[in-house]
T-cell receptor, first 110, second 113 residues
Framework: RKEVEQDPGPFNVPEGATVAFNCTYS??????FFWYRQDCRKEPKLLMS???SGNEDGRFTAQLNRASQYISLLIRDSKLSDSATYLC???????????FGAGTILRVKS | NAGVTQTPKFQVLKTGQSMTLQCAQD?????MSWYRQDPGMGLRLIHY???????DQGEVPNGYNVSRSTTEDFPLRLLSAAPSQTSVYFC????????????FGSGTRLTVV
């Protein structure tokens, strides 16, 4: 079983749609959780950290469920510029490295 | 403040050649890591460092060496390049402590022929 598993993509959605990505992780002692965004042929960029209390940044909402070992990302009112690969990322105990999911491709179409 | 700087951006090597991928950060970050990204496999950790003079192996360390003589620099050395090392290499850094995400460099695209 992979340490971090994500929804298979691609997700093809129209502009203005709401889309949700899910991710599960296998190590219950994992410490930190993130969503990264990666554009084609570019480096990953931190989108947001994920907390048990849930956190929101504009159109983006992230949620962590430690009991279920489940992370989610919700994007509301999708824009063309949201088209990218979204990477679920977990920090194992120790906190000094990242474990990446394989990523989910989002394509927003006009 | 340049962030994380990787050089070169592109490189073609012949099988058996050696080379060093450079990574430098100007944010005084203690943690630094090297990842490789291959199609369909996501990013995999090669080596990482939690401070000057301290390095450790990640998931796929074979064929690579690292050293960390300063806080700023974390070079990755390919000892004898193989076609299986054709990949995109990313260097990343973050501060110690807390729950910070890593900042990534723009990557080095390496082709081994």
């Amino acid at each position: 079983r992979k340490e971090v598993e994500q929804d298979p993509g691609p997700f093809n959605v129209p502009e203005g749609a709401t889309v949700a990505f899910n991710c599960t992780y296998s190590n219950s002692a994992s410490q930190s959780f993130f969503w990264y965004r990666q554009d084609c042929r570019k480096e990953p960029k931190l989108l947001m950290s994920v907390y048990s209390s849930g956190n929101e940044d504009g159109r983006f909402t992230a949620q962590l469920n430690r009991a279920s070992q489940y992370i989610s990302l919700l994007i509301r009112d999708s824009k063309l510029s949201d088209s990218a690969t979204y990477l679920c990322v977990v920090t194992p105990p120790g906190g000094n490295k990242l474990v990446f999911g394989a990523g989910t491709i989002l394509r927003v179409k006009s | 403040n340049a962030g994380v700087t990787q050089t070169p951006k592109f490189q073609v090597l012949k099988t058996g050649q050696s080379m060093t991928l450079q990574c430098a950060q100007d944010m005084n970050h203690e943690y630094m890591s090297w990842y490789r990204q291959d199609p369909g496999m996501g990013l995999r950790l090669i080596h990482y460092s939690v401070g000057a003079g301290i390095t450790d192996q990640g998931e796929v360390p074979n064929g690579y060496n690292v050293s960390r003589s300063t806080t700023e620099d974390f070079p990755l050395r390919l000892l004898s390049a193989a076609p299986s090392q054709t990949s995109v290499y990313f260097c990343a850094s973050r501060p110690r402590g807390g729950h910070y995400g890593y900042t990534f460099g723009s990557g080095t695209r390496l082709t081994v022929v």
